[in-house]
């Protein structure tokens, strides 16, 4: 069974600054993608960056980034210039191509200090 | 374009009392997906619908959980009765198929989702 795994409950960073989420998976398939998703207070989950597993160049979206290391299992988060709207959870998951089955992790809490 | 629409937003019973949910997807998704989501923790999938076909349904409490998608298009969640475990935000999503009929990119379309408190 595929499982995706965030280790840090809480972070914490300073306005403009640079922050890096950590998100490790696990799989045997090929063929899969991997995204960020972003659920403010109260507010409705979006789509923050996607990865496509056979794509070698890490994706960025604006301020975020990714860094896929795809031998490690590895698939961090960078968010550039933090902003206050940035404040957050954050979570990992995980699709393969062959189906439409979203997999979650348990997010991160993500505070940004003005 | 309207976004996914749930409701209601707040609903607070008491145990063993029934409880039901709403779901309209974003118009053209013919997935559908009821996810529940815990206090501080991730989204867990409860079902998933490809056009009214239920596709998963294997972490569904059968027992006292039910779902519909009648005419593959808006979707109803059912609890009854309803346990104190219960408590959880119910999260609905749709996503669209990419062309070809092959599974979408990933990308799901989160409604606000339903807060449940069981007394």
């Known amino acids: 069974a595929q499982t995706v795994t965030q280790s840090q409950p809480e972070m914490s960073v300073q306005e403009a600054e640079t922050v890096t989420l950590s998100c490790t998976y696990d799989?045997?398939?090929?063929?899969?993608?991997l995204f960020w998703y972003k659920q403010p207070p109260s507010r409705q989950m979006i789509l923050v960056i996607r990865?496509?597993?056979?794509?070698?160049q890490n994706a960025t979206e604006n301020r975020f980034s990714v860094n896929f290391q795809k031998a490690a299992k590895s698939f961090s988060l960078k968010i550039s210039d933090s902003q206050l709207g940035d404040a957050a959870m954050y979570f990992c998951?995980?699709?393969?191509?062959?189906?439409?089955?979203?997999?979650f992790g348990k997010g991160i809490t993500l505070s940004v200090r003005p | 374009e309207a976004g996914v629409v749930q409701s209601p937003r707040y609903k607070i019973i008491e145990k063993k009392q029934p409880v039901a949910f709403w779901c309209n997807p974003i118009?053209?998704?013919?997935?559908l997906y009821w996810y529940r989501q815990n206090l501080g923790q991730g989204p867990e999938l409860l079902i998933r619908?490809?056009?009214?076909?239920?596709?998963?349904d294997s972490q569904l409490p059968k027992d006292r959980f039910s779902a519909e998608r009648l005419k593959g298009v808006d979707s109803t969640l059912k609890i009854q009765p309803a346990e104190l475990g219960d408590s959880a935000v119910y999260l609905c999503?749709?996503?669209?198929?990419?062309?070809?009929?092959?599974?979408?990119?990933?990308?799901?379309?989160f409604g606000e989702g339903s807060r449940l408190t069981v007394l």
């Open positions: 998951a995980y699709k393969t191509g062959a189906n439409s089955k979203l997999t």
């Open positions: 799989t045997s398939e090929s063929d899969y993608y």
């Open positions: 118009s053209g998704h013919n997935t």
């Open positions: 619908y490809e056009n009214e076909e239920a596709v998963d």
């Open positions: 990865q496509e597993a056979y794509k070698q």
């Open positions: 999503a749709s996503s669209p198929r990419r062309l070809g009929g092959l599974a979408g990119t990933g990308e799901l379309f």
